[in-house]
């Protein structure tokens, strides 16, 4: 009766330490049951015993299996951060729009300043043999893209109207008394640039040499 005893317990205990290397490895905690019994199997009976249940687990498990704090960031989790990453990125994708049009409307006004001295001529386009407002326009602005007519007036009808508070270096200035005769780019600190006369030429002048009638911003 004793072997068979035996027997019943070695199985028990088979069962007890294939629980516990199961629980071991999803866990990664290391346990190791001891069996004070006088007739307990030893190590080796466990092997033999255990067989394709036998799992070698290094003592460094804990660092190599994930963790309970791992296992509840689900895909769930990882998609509710998404939305919040994707509102930086569209606000980041504004902000560099908006850097753009101050760097282009910059960018018209340095091209601009290039011709500074340069003759007035009713009626050219030449930026450097010469050009009367609406041409001087032109001609700057086609530099970066941008078909306008040869005529004050019909410039005033692109782009978006803004005021005179809200000019940005790179807008248009309209001016006339009554109806639109000139047309200047501003430069910014209340200046323009512009071809003004023949007397004058393509020159920088304060913002406010005549009554303004609209302001545009076509950039």
């Known amino acids: ?3 068979n005893d035996n027997k019943n317990e ?3 205990a088979i069962k007890t330490v294939k629980k516990m290397i199961v629980l071991t490895a999803l866990t990664g905690a290391i346990t190791v049951p001891v069996f004070a019994e006088e007739n307990a199997f030893t190590s080796s009976d466990a092997e033999l015993s255990l067989g394709e249940w036998q799992v070698d687990i290094p003592g460094d498990a804990e660092d190599s299996l994930f963790t309970s704090d791992e296992a509840e960031e689900t895909p769930e989790t990882a998609d509710s951060e998404k939305p919040e990453e994707n509102a930086d990125t569209e606000e980041e994708t504004e902000n560099k729009k908006e850097e753009k049009k101050e760097n ?3 960018q018209i006004v340095d091209f601009a300043m290039q011709y500074v ?3 007035y001529v009713w009626g ?3 930026l450097e043999s010469g050009a009367d407002c609406s041409g001087f326009v032109l001609s700057v602005f086609a530099e970066f893209g941008v078909e306008l007519p040869h005529f004050a007036a019909s410039q005033a009808g692109f782009g978006t109207e803004v005021s005179v508070d809200e000019l ?3 807008d248009l200035v309209f001016y006339g008394y009554g109806d639109i005769s000139h047309v200047a780019i501003y430069k910014g600190n209340q200046e323009i640039v512009h071809a003004q006369n023949e007397e004058a030429g393509i020159c920088v002048t304060q913002v406010d040499i005549e009554p303004i009638v609209c302001c545009r911003r076509l950039v």
């Open 1 to 3: 009766m004793r072997k």
């Open 10 to 12: 070695q199985k028990t």
């Open 104 to 106: 282009l409307g910059q």
């Open 117 to 119: 001295g340069n003759p």
């Open 124 to 126: 050219g386009t030449s």
């Open 168 to 170: 940005e270096p790179g």
